[in-house]
Nanobody
């Protein structure tokens, strides 16, 4: 199995930046795609960004494109989310997730890390 350990959440002022990290351990050789999701109070969980094994295939939600950057370091089995120009509406619990080669759904999830952006 894969275990995910998140870090980097916190409180930041609007316009500021934050960098989230999620380190995978366990059966990391089975990881293919890694992603970030978020869930704000009163809203459903939404997709934020994802990245393929080589780092060349990235996808972003329209709401964060141009402000957030997803990257991964396979040597460290870690995925990152660089968040710039943060807005109060970015406030949410952020979750990292992974799926293995040949899988259609994200099958492993982190516990979530809180990001709060003050106005």
């Amino acid at each position: 199995q894969v275990q995910l350990t998140e870090s980097g959440g916190g409180l930041v002022q609007a316009g500021g930046s934050l960098r989230l990290s999620c380190a995978a351990s366990g059966r990391t050789f089975s990881i293919w795609r890694m992603a970030w999701f978020r869930q704000a109070p009163g809203k459903e969980r939404e997709f934020v960004a994802s990245i393929g094994w080589s780092g060349g295939s990235t996808s972003y939600a329209v709401s964060v494109k141009g402000r957030f950057t997803i990257s991964r370091d396979n040597a460290k089995n870690t995925v990152y989310l660089e968040m710039n120009s943060l807005k109060p509406e970015d406030t949410a619990v952020y979750y990292c997730a992974v799926r293995g080669l040949g899988q259609n759904e994200y099958d492993h999830w982190g516990q979530g890390t809180q990001v709060t952006v003050s106005s």
